[in-house]
């Protein structure tokens, strides 16, 4: 059964934290994803990754970084959490296909920024 | 990528066929739809796609219409566990992966 873990389900932290959002997939695939998901905003690309240590800016990267040291995990970095990053993140993978797309989604962080 | 319209609520009775529409009007010949779905609280999950013939796998059936403006997700039984926000997306191929999740459907299934 193919799994995406996400470090944890519920998080808190102050302003001007560092904050890291972990994700882990076992399908060793090589697409992972990080988005964010907001009320009457939908789910929103923050920054992408086709490979190891390669990351692509997604539609929101702003205030956000991310890292992929090795292929099955893709951290999201809040390098200074402020009040409007309080969201749900969700990471996600998916294989380098060309004719199929299905990306397998994480159950998600709610972070709460305070 | 094409924009789609679906509508934000339907309910559906328990064991009965759900009917999700989708508007793609400006869908372009190398478009694939896709739906996907979120559960209350869960990460969104893959149902089905397709390119312009029907599709069926053990999730769904998809109908796309012969212009391709406009499909169909059908849930032939629906169950209470199928409640969940289902999302249309259009997107091409070449697009690195990306998806661009809209505001969806709200589907509540009833006993």
């Known amino acids: 059964d193919v799994k995406v873990t996400q470090s944890s389900r519920y998080l808190v932290k102050r302003t001007g934290e560092k904050v890291f959002l972990e994700c882990v997939q076992d399908?060793?695939?090589?697409?992972m994803f990080w988005y964010r998901q907001d009320p009457g905003l939908g789910l929103r690309l923050i920054y992408f990754?086709?490979?190891?240590?390669?990351?692509e800016k997604g539609d929101i990267p702003e205030g956000y970084s991310v890292s992929r040291e090795k292929k099955e995990r893709f951290s999201l970095i809040l390098e200074s959490a402020s009040t409007n990053q309080t969201s749900m993140y969700l990471c996600?993978?998916?294989?380098?296909?060309?004719?199929?797309?299905?990306?397998?989604f994480g159950p998600g962080t709610r972070l709460t920024v305070t | 990528d094409a924009k789609t319209t679906q509508p934000p609520s339907m309910d559906c009775a328990e064991g009965r066929a759900a009917n999700l529409p989708c508007n793609h009007s400006?869908?372009?010949?190398?478009?694939?739809v896709y739906w996907y779905r979120q559960i209350h609280s869960q990460g969104p999950q893959y149902i089905i796609h397709?390119?312009?013939n029907n599709e069926t796998n053990e999730m769904a059936s998809l109908i796309i219409t012969e212009d391709r403006k406009s499909s169909t997700l059908i849930l032939p039984h629906a169950t209470l566990r199928d409640t969940a926000v289902y999302y249309c997306?259009?997107?091409?191929?070449?697009?690195?992966?990306?998806?661009?999740f809209g505001e969806g459907t709200q589907l509540t299934v009833n006993p």
């Open positions: 996600a993978s998916s294989l380098w296909d060309r004719t199929t797309y299905e990306q397998y």
């Open positions: 399908m060793d695939h090589e697409n």
């Open positions: 990754s086709y490979d190891v240590k390669m990351k």
């Open positions: 400006t869908i372009s010949g190398n478009e694939y």
């Open positions: 397709g390119l312009k």
């Open positions: 997306i259009v997107r091409v191929e070449t697009s690195g992966s990306r998806l661009t």
